[in-house]
């Protein structure tokens, strides 16, 4: 019901900034909490941070520093501004979104960092 499309992921050298955006689109009433949540080969997808409709944020520990989250709900968009990146941030990034107590996937942005 809710289609999420991720973009902005790359190549990028240790302690550069990268910006993801992701875009939800069908039926996109009633988006609640949308978050980012990344996965690197071999690992558990981890949470990178969350934010509600009313801009309340939570971040995994090892974003908080260096990573914001924020978005838009007119139109509903999601966005991560990634900072001093390094090697141990290369992962999938994906986009996730609730409504109405249910839990939707994008398919996910490449992030590689390079030493």
């Known amino acids: 019901q809710v289609l999420l499309v991720e973009s902005g992921g790359g190549l990028v050298q240790a302690g550069g900034s990268l910006r993801l955006s992701c875009a939800a689109s069908?039926?996109?009433?009633?988006?609640?909490?949308m978050g980012w949540y990344r996965q690197a080969p071999g690992k558990q997808r981890e949470l990178v941070g969350s934010?509600?409709?009313?801009?309340?944020?939570n971040y995994a520990g090892s974003a908080r520093a260096r990573f914001t989250i924020s978005r838009d709900n007119t139109p509903n968009m999601l966005f991560l501004q990634m900072n001093n990146l390094k090697p141990e941030d290369t992962a999938v990034y994906y986009c996730?979104?609730?409504?109405?107590?249910?839990?939707?996937w994008g398919q996910g942005t490449q992030v590689t960092v390079s030493s």
């Open positions: 996730q979104a609730n409504r109405e107590g249910r839990t939707f």
């Open positions: 069908g039926i996109i009433y009633n988006i609640n909490t």
């Open positions: 934010i509600t409709r009313g801009g309340m944020t």
